[in-house]
């Protein structure tokens, strides 16, 4: 009955909406602290309101973060001119860009063809299997800015696919036959290629634009070229270690080769719109890597990869419309950058940044950073979306490690990554997490505890590793 209660409570829009503004107000009424503008304290009640909003959801996101633009206005907490200035942000409109390239992928199914032809020369074996899903997330990430549609819009189709044919499913009871494997595989496999590429995931390029106030420069190469090594580690020891804790029943599977086969027959040849897409995301590709010699902004490769897309009809006008989730991202995207922004200007974030730098000093910079980032990480217990927790927190964070003598360079890549890995925490924490454990093939308890138990090789893997790697190519 409390149970029940408690849920009602929780899911009726305008008692969540008096939770939002009750949090707000307390805020706004506090006293100032000292050395603080009025209107960075308010802009901070209005920033939080809006984060709590994100997380609680009484509206979409889009709306929340309009009605927090709309409030920042009409308090003049912000001039209108500040409060649409995330809109003109180059890095939103790379991850708008790269929403409609992802279009592609899925309007002329080549993102499917590409998983069944891995899966039809590497799915003899369920290790094989789960490897050859994942690497086709790993080839289409750096082209899908949106992690959720990628595992939920073309990987997870499949996985169903693979899990019907193999007569494993959560209402029979027979989950853990292969579905629960692959499925859990895939929720981790989507975190890490999240990581390895700046436009894989939608809060990396806020990171990235975040990190550019403080004057730290992270291109789409830099980001990779940082990533690449303990990504690929992760890559292969992640299932690994899943496969020996969390192991399938079935170890052999023969039939996903014929499945992948008979898909691949049905699909027919390589279509013309497959052919020119493959191309022109190749052609993406090698100006995003090639950015920093060629002075290319990755923002105008995006522009470009789109322009090809129309001119060559892979896409028409009425399919860069309908892209929903895009314009979606513009709006609430835009809002946030703005406000982290804004608190940065009026000199909130800098304030934060001395009074916790003020605490641990005394601390190398190494071990300020390790607390830096474990806080971050476990902190997203409390988050219900990546990019809300990139936007409440790396700011601040940040501008403490900094201010303490951290390499701005390693501090910005590092929380970024962070960004990504902290969703290997919960069933609610990412936007692909609510799409995979609601198929029902793992329980709640073994994703929380097998979701702690690979946080921690996260964590050893990125700053063990990764921090020799980092080290040699000179980041700091």
């Keep these: 009955m409390a149970e029940a209660l408690k849920k009602h409570i929780f899911s ?46 009484p509206l979409p996101i889009g709306a929340v973060s309009i009605i927090g633009l709309t409030i920042s206005v009409l308090t003049k907490t912000l001039d209108m001119k500040n409060a649409l200035s995330g809109f003109s942000e180059s890095s939103i409109w790379l991850i708008v860009m790269a929403f409609f390239i992802s279009r592609g992928f899925i309007k002329t199914g080549l993102g499917s063809r590409i998983a069944y032809q891995f899966v039809k020369r590497f799915g003899k074996s369920t290790l094989g299997l789960c490897y050859s899903i994942l690497f086709c997330d790993l080839v289409i990430a750096p082209a899908t800015p949106s992690n959720t549609a990628r595992a939920g819009g073309i990987i997870y189709p499949i996985i169903k ?24 595989s895939e929720f981790h496999g989507d975190i890490i290629t999240a990581a390895m590429f700046m436009t894989a995931m939608a809060g990396n390029p806020l990171a990235q634009t975040l990190a550019k106030t403080f004057n730290v420069n992270i291109t789409w190469f830099g980001w990779f070229l940082a990533a690449v090594v303990p990504g690929v580690i992760s890559f292969i020891a992640i299932p690994l270690i899943i496969y020996k804790i969390y192991p399938p029943e079935i170890k052999s599977t023969p039939n996903a080769v014929e499945l992948a086969d008979k898909s691949l027959k049905e699909m027919g040849p390589l279509k013309r719109e497959e052919k020119f897409m493959a191309i022109i995301f190749m052609v993406i590709l090698v100006l995003w890597i090639t950015g920093t010699l060629t002075h290319i902004d990755a923002t105008l ?18 399919d860069i419309k309908s892209e929903k989730g895009a314009w979606d991202t513009l709006i609430w995207f835009s809002v946030l950058v703005m406000m982290a922004d804004q608190l940065n200007n009026l000199g909130l974030i800098p304030w934060f940044g001395n009074l916790v730098g003020n605490n641990v000093q005394g601390f190398s910079w190494q071990v300020i950073l390790l607390i830096l980032l474990l806080v971050y990480f476990y902190s997203h217990y409390m988050f219900a979306s990546a ?22 360079m390693l501090a910005a890549l590092t929380l970024g990554f962070f960004g990504n890995l902290f969703a290997s925490t919960t069933h609610y924490g990412s936007g692909p997490a609510p799409i995979l454990f609601g198929s029902g093939y793992v329980d709640q308890n073994k994703w929380w505890s097998l979701n702690f138990v690979l946080g921690v090789v996260y964590i050893i893997i990125w700053l063990g590793i990764g921090s020799l790697w980092w080290k040699f190519i000179g980041i700091y």
């Design 12 to 57: 009726n829009i305008y008692i969540k909406f008096i939770i939002i503004f009750i949090v707000g107000v307390i805020i706004w009424l506090m006293p100032v602290p000292k050395n603080v503008e009025i209107n960075a304290w308010h802009m901070m009640a209005i920033f939080i309101s809006t984060i709590l909003a994100c997380i609680l959801k």
């Design 161 to 184: 696919s693979l899990c019907e044919a193999f007569g494993s499913r959560p209402e029979d009871k027979t989950e853990r036959k292969i579905g629960s494997f692959l499925i859990f």
């Design 301 to 318: 490769t995006a522009l470009v990869g789109l322009s090809l897309l129309l001119i060559f009809r892979v896409l028409d006008w009425d």
């Design 387 to 408: 990019t809300a927790h990139v936007s409440a927190m790396y700011s601040a964070f940040l501008g403490v490690a900094i201010a303490e003598g951290v390499p701005p």
